[in-house]
């Protein structure tokens, strides 16, 4: 495939989870039930939709040369972006009561902000993989 499908899948989850975030932060400040839900399903859909861009960008992985110093940005990138992913499921799982979404505790809001900084780095990371060395721009990135 010439045009890479990472960059296209990343901005739902980014967007879903920044969002999910904000509601978990104003839940802390109201008692309307629909905020911490809509953070709940916002976390679901983020969760999952993640799943699809990280398959997406191990695919543009492997095009990286092994020797090419654009592999250890991309390495770091992959790994917080899992730590955020991970942060972010736990963070899920925290407001489950058994299939139902909860209130999210301090606990699960901590671990969304959480989430959302290490998403913030890895995300400058990924632009740094892109605008720095040219991965998924050019035909062979260094």
Known sequence: M???????????PIATWFISTLCDIASLFTTNELVSRMA???LIIGTISALFAMVAGLMELAKIDQQSPA?????QHMLLMM???SLYTVSLFLR???TRLGQPGL???????LGLIVLCIAGWLGGKLVYEY?????????
Do not use: E, Q, Y
Not at 2 to 12: A, T
């Open 2 to 12: 010439r045009h890479p499908v990472h960059p296209m899948l990343v901005h739902f």
């Open 40 to 42: 709940g399903v916002l």
């Open 71 to 75: 592999m250890k940005i991309a390495n």
């Open 83 to 85: 730590a955020s992913w």
């Open 96 to 98: 489950l009561d058994g």
């Open 107 to 113: 606990a699960a809001v901590a671990l969304s902000v």
């Open 134 to 142: 040219g991965v998924g721009t050019r035909s062979n990135p260094s």
